[in-house]
């Protein structure tokens, strides 16, 4: 018998046996009540982004586009209260265990991705020491799948010690590890999608090291 991670009730035998033989092959780690409060982004969702109850492209991906770059993502799940409290027990309290929750989810992703390289985005020294652990990685080797790592997160100045004029001309967060990028098809990796800076940023680098296709993926929109 093993407990929820999410809420500490034992897994039913019958339920855990049944996930034996469903799509994820693995034992269940999470109650079927847990598992039920993560929304799953259904069919309506932003072309672009997976931006869920979207019928056409929404306003951030409008704003990539008219930077030339426009936004090539999809996601699991929607980013609702159920995601937020995973993610502030996995990310700020930094508990590790919950790495587990999604695995089969990613195994299934990993299959169908098997001809991308998969790169995860990184975390900066800072906040890698702070945690223990990169979050992203940790929910790809929990459901082991290779990784590359390219990107190297760089020590930013506290947004709220710039002026305005400097926070609006965000500056590019990544700088590449290697000096050629090793696959022409590269699929990001991670955790929450908000309004696609981050990856939006990654992209760039990695487009302008000579990777063809740059595309992201993450858990939450
Ligand atoms: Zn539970
Ligand atoms: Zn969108």
């Known amino acids: 018998m093993i407990n929820?991670?999410?809420?500490d009730q034992p897994i039913s035998t019958k339920e855990s046996f049944s996930n034996i033989f469903s799509f994820?092959?693995?034992?269940?780690?999470?109650?079927?009540?847990?598992?039920?409060?993560?929304?799953?982004i259904g069919q309506k969702h932003c072309p672009s982004c997976y931006k869920y109850d979207e019928d056409k492209e929404c306003e951030d991906c409008l704003?990539?586009?008219?930077?030339?770059?426009?936004?090539?993502?999809?996601?699991?799940?929607?980013y609702n209260q159920a995601m937020a409290s995973y993610f502030s027990r996995y990310k700020f309290f930094g508990?590790?265990?919950?790495?587990?929750?999604?695995?089969?989810?990613?195994?299934?992703?990993?299959?169908?991705?098997?001809?991308?390289?998969?790169?995860?985005?990184?975390?900066?020294?800072?906040?890698?020491e702070e945690r223990g652990f990169n979050q992203v990685e940790a929910l790809l080797e929990e459901a082991g799948l290779s990784y590359y790592n390219l990107l190297e997160k760089k020590e930013t100045v506290k947004q709220s010690s710039l002026s305005r004029k400097e926070r609006l001309e965000t500056q590019q967060p990544?700088?590449?590890?290697s000096e050629t990028v090793p696959a022409e098809k590269i699929l990001l990796i991670d955790d929450i999608y908000t309004t696609g800076q981050t990856i939006q940023h990654a992209r760039k680098i990695l487009l302008k090291a000579g990777a063809k296709t740059v595309k992201s993926f993450s858990i939450a929109r």
Do not use: N
């Open 95 to 128: 508990d590790y265990a919950l790495r587990k929750v999604f695995a089969s989810e990613l195994k299934l992703m990993g299959k169908e991705w098997k001809d991308w390289q998969l790169v995860p985005i990184p975390l900066s020294q800072k906040s890698l």
């Open 24 to 40: 994820s092959k693995s034992q269940a780690r999470t109650c079927q009540v847990c598992k039920a409060q993560f929304e799953k």
């Open 174 to 177: 990544f700088c590449l590890i």
């Open 4 to 7: 929820c991670l999410l809420c």
């Open 63 to 78: 704003h990539w586009r008219k930077q030339g770059l426009p936004a090539d993502h999809l996601a699991l799940f929607q």
